[in-house]
């Protein structure tokens, strides 16, 4: 969006038409509420862009099918002229019409009409330029035809409309709607318009429409006192034939305008992120950066978007519905004021009239940005242009403020409602997206701290690695030839996240249909699984006007996280990922896997859904949000950090419960701390060797840059897989012998690294001094005099345990009882014995994690 400049922030309401509650539609649903799906249609209109059209910013739904609109908005229009009585030079008329022009031509591009042009609706800018306003209404609406009055003024109507007559689809009068108005039923408006500002309102003024519709026919009032330039302009705008009658684009090209037509240059769409142009072919900046800064005065909070604007006001506090209520556009009534009439038996009728406050008040109110300016008044200037190369670029220390420097340490929801923080958070990441992909490892970095909610969308996308020219790619998808897939589509969008008003929107349904279909076409290899609408959710809510890039991020999502989880026959791949994730629980909470095992609530039983759908099956969607915040920074790997998180979470209640009681306990999740949940995440994933969590179905090696958590976590942030293999490393394992072992394999590489052998001996020591992993040799004392890990534990397996694999007492078992609680490897040549010990560890005498390595050249390397 453009900046804010000396435009203001406008507000309007109105009601949409409220449906029956006793009627559903063909598929057996309740109907959508009219509100929901203008709702939908609106979020288009944000898009159009242009220098003669008032940008739209937000829209939003309140009790009743209100709905209030919020837009960009000039205190000056047309109208100013009309009041103070005079009429307007030939210059200036000549100058409003082509700027009016310019502004229906891009809208009919668009596919747009205006509808309801009328002297309010031209507002001028401080520079007497134009700037239309309510030009969605007429498309937002479905012309007309989800609210309870007309669109449009009917002094301004074209005589097409007029004879059209007003039209409602629950009116069992009219058995189809009339034909949507075209572009020429604005020029119609913009010549009375005109004719109002040559001629002067007053010459209007109580006359019925039919006699000022053959009044402005003649134009014989001001042929005497307009140029011949206007009066033409007018007769072409006022032609009654629609045939005959002109478009704006047409107008445009008109000779009339050649004189002026010349001082105006073409408009130019701004380039978005992702795209085949260059974004910085016209920049210019300054000799001296430091020039920007220097005006005290400046106001460089109308140098920021209007929708940042529109966010930092309401995050200082700002509501819509108290504007509104305060202008007394909005009414509130007592109960007992809005009863509906009723009839006695003697015909007597008692209780009110129809309720005036729900028809159409087109009052714009302005928004007052005071209470925002003040909030943000202590803020530096320096902090709207921040160095990006500057090594205190981050905001805990580059921020001269100590409030806001301690304000990342504060949870994240109270972060988000922070307004100088989400300035300064906002500014920094359009920066740094503006420089994408250069910038790229200074967007990883940032989000290491958190992401803006409102630029959550581009922030994702660049963590996920998307460039090029993605609408060329998405646009060349057949998304209209019918497949078998289209049924189960269906079936599923109305069930996906229909609690949000945008995804339940029609708009939203033909959307989701859209990507998905997109992406089951693009990819042969694979098919539609259930749960695919819901990966789709996140990324369409966040690009709802950008298909292309919606799609473009859930193809690289997939891929990373999911790899081959929807082929056709995917049962080994889920298997498998469910085995590991069993592995990881054994591993980093015993007690809770062990109780799991012994009831036989196995991953299977609950599990599936969240890995398929990466939790958003099972989480609304503002948790997925802040969940995926930290997915997106992590490898494949740490869906299984977030899953036994969630499980800790729960580990009371799943404790004390058989497997009954912990089938209901996730037919109906619990409400679970997500910030909570990441945290201890990130903790499990810093701490989890890669190769615990190796996958012979993960995504094949490819080179990837470093994404970790930060120091602690570099080593672990790049998947095991892309890892150069070495002799030391893991090796594949099939899926039945995966399956038999309790505890997670390691490799002899991650041993070493976690051991530190060149520095400190085989056990990593922690602050208190106790050693936190534990090498304990299971071979034969003969095996391992000739060669061993220097501090290993030699615990032989053959004197240690009996026959059928009983733990028998002995002075090296005792030595195992000092050590519970602590990691324990395990070291052997005969992986069967080595599970052996790994599966008593989780009983009732042994309480310690233990991961297995098992490799004689690894033992003797």
């Given at each position: 969006?453009?900046?804010l400049?000396?435009a203001?922030?406008?507000?309007?309401?109105?009601?949409?038409?409220?449906?029956p509650?006793?009627?559903?539609?063909?598929?057996?649903?309740?109907l959508?509420?009219?509100s929901?799906?203008?709702?939908?249609?609106?979020?288009?209109?944000?898009?159009?862009?242009h220098?003669?059209?008032?940008?739209?910013?937000d829209?939003?739904?309140?009790k009743?099918?209100?709905?209030?609109?919020?837009?960009e908005?000039?205190?000056?229009?047309?109208?100013?002229?009309?009041?103070?009585?005079?009429?307007?030079?030939?210059?200036?008329?000549?100058?409003?019409?082509?700027?009016?022009?310019?502004g229906?031509e891009?809208?009919n591009?668009?596919?747009?009409?205006h509808?309801?042009?009328?002297?309010h609706?031209?507002?001028?800018?401080?520079?007497g330029?134009?700037?239309?306003a309510k030009?969605?209404?007429?498309?937002m609406?479905?012309?007309?035809?989800?609210?309870?009055?007309?669109?449009?003024y009917?002094?301004?109507?074209?005589?097409?409309v007029?004879?059209q007559?007003?039209?409602?689809?629950?009116?069992?009068?009219?058995?189809e709607?009339?034909p949507?108005?075209g572009p020429?039923?604005?020029v119609?408006s913009?010549g009375?318009?005109?004719?109002?500002?040559?001629?002067?309102?007053?010459?209007?003024?109580?006359?019925?429409?039919?006699?000022?519709?053959?009044?402005?026919?003649?134009l014989?009032s001001?042929?005497?006192?307009?140029?011949e330039?206007v009066?033409?302009?007018?007769r072409k705008?006022?032609?009654?034939l629609p045939?005959?009658?002109?478009?704006?684009?047409?107008?445009?090209g008109?000779?009339?305008?050649?004189g002026?037509?010349?001082?105006?240059t073409p408009?130019?769409?701004p380039?978005s992120?992702?795209?085949?142009?260059?974004?910085c072919?016209?920049?210019?900046?300054?000799?001296d950066?430091?020039?920007?800064?220097?005006?005290?005065?400046?106001?460089?909070?109308?140098?920021?978007?209007?929708?940042?604007?529109?966010?930092?006001?309401?995050l200082?506090?700002?509501?819509?519905?108290?504007?509104?209520?305060?202008?007394?556009?909005?009414?509130?009534?007592p109960?007992?004021?809005?009863?509906?009439?009723f009839v006695m038996?003697?015909g007597?009728?008692?209780?009110?009239g129809?309720?005036r406050?729900?028809?159409?008040?087109?009052?714009?109110?302005?928004?007052?940005?005071?209470?925002?300016?003040?909030?943000?008044k202590?803020?530096?200037?320096?902090?709207?242009?921040p160095?990006l190369?500057?090594?205190?670029?981050?905001?805990?220390?580059?921020?001269s403020?100590?409030?806001?420097?301690?304000?990342?340490?504060l949870?994240l929801?109270?972060?988000?409602r922070?307004t100088?923080?989400?300035?300064?958070?906002i500014?920094?990441?359009?920066?740094?997206l503006?420089?994408?992909p250069y910038k790229?490892?200074?967007?990883?970095?940032?989000?290491?701290v958190?992401i803006?909610p409102?630029?959550?969308?581009l922030?994702w996308?660049?963590l996920?690695?998307?460039?090029?020219?993605?609408q060329?790619?998405?646009?060349?998808?057949?998304?209209?030839?019918p497949?078998p897939?289209?049924?189960?589509?269906?079936?599923?969008i109305?069930?996906?996240h229909q609690?949000?008003?945008?995804?339940?929107?029609?708009?939203?349904?033909?959307?989701?249909?859209r990507?998905?279909?997109?992406?089951?076409?693009s990819?042969?290899?694979l098919?539609?699984?259930?749960?695919?609408?819901?990966?789709?959710?996140?990324?369409?809510?966040?690009?709802?006007?950008?298909?292309?890039?919606?799609?473009?991020?859930?193809?690289?999502?997939?891929?990373?996280y999911?790899?081959?989880?929807f082929?056709k026959d995917?049962?080994?791949?889920?298997?498998e990922y469910l085995?590991?994730?069993?592995q990881?629980?054994?591993?980093?909470d015993?007690?809770?896997?062990?109780?799991?095992?012994?009831?036989?609530?196995?991953?299977?039983?609950y599990?599936?859904?969240?890995?398929?759908?990466?939790?958003?099956?099972?989480?609304p969607?503002?948790k997925?949000?802040?969940?995926?915040?930290t997915?997106l920074?992590?490898n494949?790997s740490?869906?299984?950090?977030?899953?036994?998180a969630i499980?800790?979470?729960?580990r009371?209640?799943?404790?004390?419960?058989g497997?009954?009681?912990?089938?209901?306990?996730f037919s109906?999740?619990?409400e679970?701390?997500?910030?909570r949940?990441v945290?201890?995440?990130?903790n499990?994933?810093?701490?989890?060797?890669?190769?615990?969590?190796?996958?012979?179905?993960a995504?094949?090696p490819?080179t990837?840059?470093?994404?970790?958590?930060?120091?602690t976590?570099?080593?672990?942030?790049?998947d095991y897989q892309?890892?150069?293999?070495?002799?030391?490393?893991?090796?594949?394992?099939?899926?039945?012998d995966?399956?038999?072992e309790?505890s997670?394999?390691?490799?002899?590489?991650?041993?070493?690294d976690?051991?530190e052998?060149?520095?400190?001996?085989?056990?990593?020591?922690?602050?208190?001094?106790?050693p936190?992993?534990v090498?304990?040799?299971i071979?034969?004392?003969e095996?391992y005099?000739?060669?061993h890990?220097?501090?290993?534990i030699?615990?032989?397996?053959?004197t240690?345990?009996?026959?059928?694999?009983?733990?028998?007492?002995?002075?090296a078992?005792?030595v195992?009882q000092?050590?519970?609680?602590?990691?324990?490897?395990?070291?052997?040549?005969a992986?069967?014995?080595?599970?052996?010990?790994?599966?008593?560890r989780?009983?009732k005498?042994?309480?310690y994690?233990?991961w297995?390595?098992?490799?004689?050249?690894?033992?003797h390397g």
């Amino acid at each position: 969006m453009r900046p804010l400049k000396d435009a203001q922030l406008g507000a309007f309401t109105f009601f949409a038409s409220a449906l029956p509650h006793d009627v559903c539609g063909s598929n057996g649903l309740p109907l959508t509420p009219n509100s929901i799906k203008i709702l939908g249609r609106f979020q288009i209109l944000k898009t159009i862009t242009h220098p003669r059209l008032c940008q739209y910013v937000d829209i939003s739904r309140g009790k009743h099918e209100r709905l209030i609109v919020v837009t960009e908005h000039y205190e000056s229009s047309l109208s100013d002229f009309q009041k103070q009585g005079k009429t307007v030079s030939p210059e200036k008329v000549l100058q409003v019409a082509y700027e009016v022009l310019e502004g229906l031509e891009f809208m009919n591009k668009h596919g747009l009409v205006h509808r309801a042009l009328n002297a309010h609706n031209v507002l001028m800018d401080c520079k007497g330029n134009v700037k239309l306003a309510k030009f969605g209404f007429y498309h937002m609406t479905d012309h007309g035809a989800d609210v309870d009055f007309p669109i449009g003024y009917p002094s301004y109507l074209a005589p097409e409309v007029i004879a059209q007559g007003s039209f409602h689809p629950t009116d069992p009068s009219h058995d189809e709607a009339p034909p949507p108005s075209g572009p020429k039923a604005d020029v119609w408006s913009l010549g009375v318009l005109l004719f109002e500002l040559c001629a002067g309102r007053r010459l209007l003024h109580n006359i019925e429409i039919s006699e000022r519709l053959k009044f402005i026919l003649t134009l014989a009032s001001c042929s005497d006192i307009l140029p011949e330039n206007v009066q033409e302009l007018l007769r072409k705008c006022l032609t009654f034939l629609p045939s005959k009658r002109p478009t704006p684009a047409e107008l445009l090209g008109d000779p009339v305008f050649s004189g002026i037509s010349c001082q105006y240059t073409p408009f130019q769409k701004p380039v978005s992120l992702f795209s085949s142009s260059l974004r910085c072919a016209h920049l210019e900046l300054p000799d001296d950066i430091s020039d920007l800064c220097k005006d005290e005065d400046e106001d460089y909070l109308s140098e920021r978007a209007i929708d940042e604007v529109y966010h930092l006001w309401c995050l200082a506090g700002g509501d819509l519905e108290k504007e509104l209520t305060n202008k007394e556009i909005i009414q509130s009534k007592p109960p007992i004021c809005t009863l509906s009439n009723f009839v006695m038996e003697d015909g007597e009728s008692f209780g009110q009239g129809r309720d005036r406050s729900f028809l159409l008040d087109d009052t714009t109110v302005t928004l007052s940005l005071c209470q925002l300016r003040n909030r943000l008044k202590d803020v530096a200037g320096e902090a709207y242009y921040p160095l990006l190369e500057d090594e205190q670029s981050s905001l805990p220390q580059s921020n001269s403020s100590n409030e806001l420097s301690a304000t990342v340490t504060l949870p994240l929801i109270i972060r988000e409602r922070d307004t100088e923080y989400q300035l300064i958070r906002i500014i920094l990441f359009d920066r740094l997206l503006k420089g994408y992909p250069y910038k790229k490892n200074l967007v990883w970095k940032e989000a290491r701290v958190d992401i803006p909610p409102l630029v959550r969308g581009l922030a994702w996308a660049a963590l996920l690695g998307i460039e090029g020219d993605i609408q060329a790619k998405y646009e060349s998808i057949d998304k209209d030839t019918p497949i078998p897939t289209d049924r189960q589509i269906e079936v599923d969008i109305p069930r996906c996240h229909q609690y949000d008003e945008l995804l339940s929107s029609p708009q939203g349904h033909i959307k989701f249909r859209r990507v998905l279909k997109a992406w089951v076409v693009s990819h042969p290899d694979l098919v539609y699984w259930q749960g695919l609408d819901s990966l789709c959710a996140p990324f369409l809510y966040l690009n709802f006007n950008n298909e292309a890039l919606a799609y473009a991020c859930m193809s690289a999502f997939i891929p990373k996280y999911l790899y081959n989880f929807f082929l056709k026959d995917n049962s080994h791949v889920i298997q498998e990922y469910l085995t590991v994730f069993s592995q990881m629980i054994a591993f980093h909470d015993p007690e809770l896997s062990n109780h799991l095992n012994e009831i036989g609530f196995i991953p299977d039983l609950y599990a599936i859904p969240w890995f398929l759908t990466m939790f958003t099956h099972v989480f609304p969607l503002h948790k997925i949000f802040h969940l995926w915040d930290t997915l997106l920074l992590g490898n494949s790997s740490f869906p299984f950090c977030i899953g036994v998180a969630i499980l800790q979470q729960l580990r009371d209640r799943l404790l004390a419960n058989g497997f009954n009681e912990c089938i209901l306990l996730f037919s109906d999740l619990p409400e679970i701390d997500i910030e909570r949940c990441v945290r201890e995440s990130i903790n499990l994933f810093c701490w989890t060797p890669k190769s615990a969590t190796y996958r012979q179905h993960a995504q094949p090696p490819k080179t990837t840059a470093d994404n970790g958590f930060g120091k602690t976590a570099t080593y672990y942030s790049s998947d095991y897989q892309d890892m150069p293999k070495t002799d030391l490393s893991r090796e594949p394992l099939a899926l039945c012998d995966l399956k038999a072992e309790l505890s997670p394999r390691i490799s002899a590489e991650d041993l070493i690294d976690l051991c530190e052998l060149s520095l400190s001996g085989p056990t990593k020591r922690s602050r208190a001094g106790k050693p936190k992993i534990v090498a304990v040799d299971i071979r034969s004392v003969e095996d391992y005099s000739r060669g061993h890990i220097s501090g290993s534990i030699n615990v032989a397996f053959n004197t240690a345990f009996g026959p059928d694999g009983e733990l028998v007492q002995c002075p090296a078992t005792g030595v195992l009882q000092n050590y519970r609680g602590r990691v324990i490897v395990v070291i052997s040549h005969a992986m069967k014995s080595a599970a052996m010990v790994s599966k008593l560890r989780c009983g009732k005498r042994f309480a310690y994690s233990c991961w297995c390595l098992s490799d004689q050249q690894n033992c003797h390397g």
